[in-house]
């Protein structure tokens, strides 16, 4: 397939650099598509899957368009979860380097709302949130839109699944006629047929060729029984090692127990579902991103927003009700090219299932034998990192650079021992290795960050 540069775009040469320094070289099919049109102002509808490109192809086409010297809001981004917002935010934000006094900010749910009307004092050039809490805003006034120039949807059928139509409506209702209206969805349900032709005008359709990535997918799949089912997951796990998993479950009350299982069997795991407060949820996405935790055990609802980049194995521990959900679960592994592995346990009961997915994906599913699994039974999956977490964030002016200098620094770890860093308004999440993590509480706690003196401890 031949490539596109972004240099045959007419973008300013002070983006072009920083696109070039971020390792943005040739665009991506979706962006080779979107971006010409978004650039033009066109509205543009585009399937494309999370790792597709898509936040650099509307990101890039909204920075052209904002006028930093006008301080009003000029773009918004809705997202169907807090996840997904705070990963546009950051992408935003890398895109927007060579642009001087630009003010993106994130408004979700799950927030204080204190914090976010201060920010708001000065209105933002770009907001990036969920539709509850910019809805409450605009209700509240403290957000306004009369100056909107772009309004985005982001993975809009996932808003679709959770009910947010009537929040994405009401939220148009506050934004002028006059305006680009770009929307991205993975799947295209007839939902968004009518929410497309309700709120843009003669949009250019994208639709990116997948079938190239979907080969980079393996499914297997292995007949068990419900009772069998918990030692079956055991042993895959067991027998395929994954540095980082996801286990699909249907149900809240089957992912605790599942959780549990694997806890006492000395897996590393955590669990992911609704009944998580929104703390509890971002410290179990951080431990998992950031190779704290080896598997994942999840509900559908909960992983919404969910995107780790170099997942290997999905597993699917029951089958899901509809096929389209089940091609949204193994889609999380195998992205950009890379491999990646999909395992599903299937009582009798469930060939229904089966069988709908085989019509959905035109193919014959690919049945294994339970008697190729040879994990050893005491075979223990540890995770390589563990995480500390400092009460210290972006509202205290603290950067991943201060942390990082005050473990190569004074801790005296090297930079090999300190994995990722995550910052949020006013805690931060290091991943240290394991066998470094004492040694760096320690000295954190008795040392200082950018001179301030912040209360740390380890995630357990």
């Keep these: ?51 597709s490109g898509k936040t650099a192809a509307f990101g890039i086409g909204l920075l052209d368009k904002i006028n930093v010297g006008h301080v009003a809001t000029q773009a918004l981004i809705l997202c169907p979860t807090r996840e997904l917002a705070d990963q546009v935010s950051k992408e935003l934000r890398r895109l927007a380097r060579f642009t001087q006094n630009i003010k993106i900010l994130t408004l979700c749910g799950g927030q204080p709302v204190g914090p976010q009307l201060d920010s708001l004092v000065h209105a933002p050039h770009i907001v990036v949130g969920t539709p509850g809490r910019i809805q409450e805003h605009l209700r509240k006034k403290t957000l306004v839109l009369d100056d909107l120039k772009v309004l985005v949807l982001d993975e809009a059928d996932r808003m679709l699944d959770m009910g947010f139509v009537d929040d994405i409506d009401d939220v148009i209702g506050y934004t002028p006629a006059q305006r680009q209206t770009l929307l991205f969805s993975a799947t295209y349900p ?87 407060e929104q703390r509890d949820r971002d ?20 992983a919404r927003g969910l995107d780790i980049k170099e997942l290997e194995l999905v597993v699917n521990y029951e089958l899901a009700f509809d096929p389209e959900v089940h091609v949204h ?27 709908a997915i085989e019509d959905y ?34 509202k205290a002016k603290i950067r991943p650079g201060d942390i990082l200098g005050a473990l190569t620094g004074d801790a005296g770890l090297t930079a090999a021992e300190v994995g990722k860093i995550d910052m949020f308004p006013v805690h931060a999440y290091v991943a240290i ?27 357990k």
Aim: glycine letters at 6%.
């Design 329 to 355: 679960r193994i889609g999380r592994t195998g992205r950009a090219g890379m491999n990646g592995l999909a395992i599903s346990l299937c009582a009798p009961q469930e060939m229904a299932r089966v069988h």
């Design 283 to 302: 410290q179990v996405l951080v431990r998992f991103a950031n190779r704290s935790c080896r598997v994942l055990v999840a509900t559908d609802v909960a």
């Design 190 to 276: 007839t939902g968004i047929e009518r929410i497309s032709a309700r709120v843009q005008r003669e949009p250019l359709d994208v639709v990116v060729d997948e079938g190239e990535e979907q080969t980079t997918i393996e499914q297997r799949f292995y007949e068990t029984t419900r009772d069998q089912r918990p030692a079956l997951l055991v042993a895959v796990l067991r027998h395929y090692q994954p540095a980082s998993c996801v286990v699909f479950c249907n149900t809240k009350r089957d992912c605790q127990m599942v959780f549990e299982a694997l806890e006492a069997r000395d897996i590393s795991v955590l669990a992911l579902h609704g009944d998580l």
């Design 433 to 459: 290795r394991k066998a470094s993590a004492r040694k760096a509480l320690q000295q954190l706690q008795q040392g200082k960050i950018k001179g301030k003196s912040c209360k740390v401890r380890l995630l």
């Design 361 to 394: 994906l035109q193919m014959t599913v690919d049945w294994a034998s339970v008697a190729e699994l040879s994990g050893a039974p005491n075979t223990s999956l540890a995770a390589e990192m563990v995480t500390l977490c400092i009460d210290g964030g972006r």
């Design 1 to 51: 397939m031949s490539t596109v540069s972004f240099s045959s775009l007419p973008l300013p040469a002070e983006q072009l650099a920083n696109l070039n320094e971020l390792g943005y070289a040739e665009m991506t099919p979706v962006q080779a598509a979107a971006l010409p049109a978004i650039l033009k102002g066109q509205d543009v509808r585009a399937k494309a899957k999370t790792g």
